[in-house]
């Protein structure tokens, strides 16, 4: 055992693997918009598996949508920490 023990750690050693770390979702981030960035997924898939026009219409659609909503959430966000924080040097 002496003798196959090091050759078996040398040819077979051990990796290790990280997790992926659970990131808080981010306060402008409502659920909302995460469920339509998942339906936006989905959509993406089904574009995947069809290759049709229609489909990618549908897909860039929803994907719009997102960004429209995200960028109004983070701008309401930020502006409402500002908005809080006027007269407070």
Known sequence: MSAILPIYERACHLKTIKSKKLVPRKPSM???IMDETILGNRLYEIYLDDWSDEAFD???TQMN???KLRR??????????????????
């Open 30 to 32: 409502p659920l909302e």
């Open 58 to 60: 549908l897909f860039k």
């Open 65 to 67: 949508l997102v960004d």
């Open 72 to 89: 109004n959430e983070i701008y309401n966000f930020y502006n409402h920490k500002f908005e809080d924080s006027k007269g407070n040097m």
